[in-house]
């Protein structure tokens, strides 16, 4: 996804396939106030972790679970693992979403990712 959309069809299927089993990050947005809500990366298979999200679970694992779809955007950003760490941290400290349970400390290291301010996400 290279913009914000809404997860899932008005026919409450997903809205994109989440087969494609590529790293990257992903950010839950609430769709009235625009608020970066939620930044979360998966090394293996970004859609597919970002729809967890929106599913119930009945086990004992804390997971942040949307459950009125329609009130949220998202976007997926497919980029190596190693990138996809920085890139999750850097974003997790620039916009604080609040349902993320730690806020990183980040030190600069030498990466091919840009700079928070130069940060195009």
Known sequence: MDKWE?????????????????????????????EIIYIGMSKSNAYKALYRH??????????????????????????????AIILERKLIKKYKPRDNREFYEYKE????VPEMEECPY
Request: hydrophobic residues 30%; proline residues 3%.
């Open 109 to 112: 290291e030498n990466t091919m």
């Open 6 to 34: 809404s997860p899932y069809t008005e026919a409450g299927k997903t809205n994109k396939l989440f087969s494609f089993k590529v790293p990257g990050i992903y950010l839950i947005r609430e769709k009235s106030s625009k």
């Open 54 to 83: 929106f599913q119930v679970w009945n086990d004992r694992q804390y997971r942040v679970v949307y459950q009125d779809r329609d009130k949220y955007e998202v976007r997926v950003i497919l980029i190596s693992y190693q990138e």
